[in-house]
């Protein structure tokens, strides 16, 4: 029963970005809550502690969420105007650790991406989630995005992963 | 197009007959400029390939490109650097398997030829069964770069034998690169964690992006709004907090012609305190002058050295490397520089503001790269087909102004604004000179 949970979380995460429902998507999060998408230290390793290494993005606590979300629904970022339309697809859902207090969840994704300065594009990677019970709702305290593609090529913003 | 050779066509194009500084939009578009620059530029002077740091060991490697052709530098056992054409002397694959690896042999994967880290072909698979008689190895060394040298830890490569010393073609720009590479007795290095992007747009677009301060309060305005929000809802404090004055014009500025194409921008910080650099104020102070001192940590600066790298030190440390691919098509390669020996807390404020402004995938980059990218598009509308740089003409003075004075360096001009153009009169004369 819980990974019919834990897969509607998923589900409705990926949903939200797609409609640009920013605040609402925000609200999954917890207060001190982590996104981290590490950089690509090489072809095949990735960077190993968020703290002391360049990270594609480390957003540590509800405040960094927000600035970039503020950029994104702004109307004033360059990158962003007109904003991507995207579609997530989010699978291969498993449980790799249920402690209980906190759930560790790995699952694949994929993004199509349309860009309107750059066209189509499609992007894809692994997310780690680790999801805490919070007055009886369960919400995401930790996302690692490992994103496949270590040459950027076009805009990659929050929504867009 | 009806032209006589690109060359001609490179000088036609930084005009200053009318009276002002022009530059033709042709020069971001036009594909015969662009083949003749990667022979003239890339392929014919010094270019930027890698720090020091990123090839420490016996066998260290670094492979890019020069202009068009695949080349790697690779650390030879008695610490010297080779640099070599990337191809096997065979029937010519790459041998480098990555970015930068390890090989104190470099064996090629096609048909097993070896080399040592000097270019010497050490084995040739099946010699005998191939020369019955025996062959002299020697003929099949590696293509070895005419020149490779490093200035404090920036190691340059040129495929052509005739060019001036690196010192001398870095020429006033050794002050500011100074700069960046004094600022630990341990030296520098390159922290873990790249990011390469590929840019729809031409070379020149980047280089001029980078020193350019017009943009920087339409552009990144979002960007100060968007720190400023995450600030007030109580994150970031101390060291971690951004420096964002330069971006709504509370402070000085100003941009330099140093010579050669090189240029420099830079904007005093409004809150050096923060800066990660600061926890080291009782050394710096004792090591050098006030004036570099005040250089280091009080301004903020992007420096620009022709015709591949800059170096930027203001909301962080960066080398950000430009490697054109086609006319419209740029790949950059950035890296973290940071001092050896910095607390970890100054490392991860450090970072957190590379992640912020730098990356790619930050909250300004991007914003940078589609306007560069809409550039490109709109240079293509041929019917209007200058641009003028000539803002802030009037500002400009020839050769040092105070600062730079007391720094010991001597631009050909100094203006104290950084919405001025006239940096880019260096680049684009330095341009036209050596596409002639």
Request: contains cysteine; charged residues 25%; negative net charge.
């Amino acid at each position: 029963m819980k990974i019919k949970i834990i897969q509607s979380l998923l589900y409705l995460e990926a949903d939200l970005l797609d409609r640009q429902r920013w605040a609402e998507w925000s609200a999954l999060y917890v207060e001190d809550c982590v996104i981290w998408v590490p950089a690509w230290d090489s072809e095949e390793v990735l960077v190993e502690d968020p703290e002391i290494s360049v990270n594609m993005m480390y957003l540590v606590g509800k405040p960094a969420l927000e600035a970039r979300l503020h950029r994104i629904a702004s109307d004033d970022a360059y990158a962003s105007l007109p904003l991507a339309r995207t579609s997530h697809a989010v699978t291969n859902i498993r449980v790799v650790e249920d402690r209980g207090a906190e759930i560790d969840v790995s699952s694949k994704f994929t993004v199509l991406s349309l860009e309107p300065r750059r066209g189509k594009s499609w992007r894809g990677g692994w997310y780690d989630h680790t999801l805490v019970e919070e007055a009886g709702t369960l919400r995401i305290k930790h996302k690692k995005i490992t994103l496949m593609e270590d040459v950027i090529d076009g805009t990659v913003d929050l929504y867009q992963i | 197009m009806n032209i006589e050779s690109p060359e001609r066509l490179a000088t036609d194009m930084v005009d200053e007959s009318q009276g002002v500084f022009r530059v033709a939009r042709d020069a971001y578009t036009d594909p015969d400029v662009f083949e003749a620059e990667m022979a003239a530029i890339f392929e014919g002077g010094w270019i930027y390939v890698c720090h020091e740091s990123q090839i420490p060991n016996h066998g260290d490697y670094y492979a890019t490109q020069a202009g068009r052709q695949p080349i790697f530098l690779i650390r030879q056992a008695e610490g010297g650097i080779g640099g070599f054409i990337d191809a096997c002397s065979h029937r010519g694959a790459v041998l480098t398997r990555a970015r930068r690896g390890t090989m104190k042999t470099i064996m090629c994967r096609f048909h097993g030829w070896c080399y040592d880290t000097k270019g010497a072909c050490t084995l040739i698979k099946n010699e005998a069964g191939g020369w019955p008689g025996g062959v002299d190895r020697a003929r099949f060394s590696l293509q070895a770069i005419p020149k490779v040298e490093s200035y404090k830890g920036f190691v340059y490569a040129s495929l052509s034998a005739d060019v001036p010393s690196l010192g001398e073609a870095l020429g006033e720009s050794r002050a500011f690169i100074d700069l960046v590479a004094d600022q630990s007795p341990d030296g520098m290095e390159i922290v873990p964690g790249n990011q390469s992007y590929m840019i729809n747009g031409n070379w020149k677009l980047q280089a001029e992006n980078g020193v350019d301060g017009y943009h920087v309060s339409t552009v990144h305005r979002v960007f100060a709004r968007a720190v400023a929000k995450r600030e007030a809802m109580g994150d970031r404090g101390e060291m971690r907090k951004t420096e964002a004055a330069r971006i709504t014009g509370e402070v000085e500025t100003g941009v330099y012609d140093l010579g050669g194409g090189h240029m420099l921008l830079w904007a005093q910080r409004g809150n050096p305190e923060v800066a990660p650099l600061a926890e080291k104020l009782d050394w710096l102070n004792q090591t050098y002058s006030e004036s570099k001192v005040d250089w280091m940590l009080r301004k903020g600066r992007n420096l620009f050295l022709f015709p591949n790298v800059f170096l930027m030190d203001q909301s962080s440390t960066q080398i950000r490397v430009i490697i054109p691919h086609t006319v419209d098509r740029t790949e950059v390669r950035t890296y973290c520089i940071a001092p050896k020996g910095e607390s970890r807390k100054a490392r991860a404020a450090r970072l957190r503001k590379f992640e912020d402004f730098f990356m790619v995938t930050g909250m300004a980059t991007p914003d940078d790269m589609a306007a560069l990218e809409d550039v490109q598009r709109g240079s293509n509308g041929r019917l209007a087909p200058w641009n003028e740089m000539d803002r802030g003409v009037s500002k400009s003075i020839r050769g040092a102004d105070t600062a730079t004075a007391s720094l010991g360096a001597n631009p050909v001009t100094s203006n104290p604004d950084w919405d001025s153009e006239t940096l880019f009169h260096g680049f684009y004369r330095e341009w036209a000179r050596v596409m002639r």
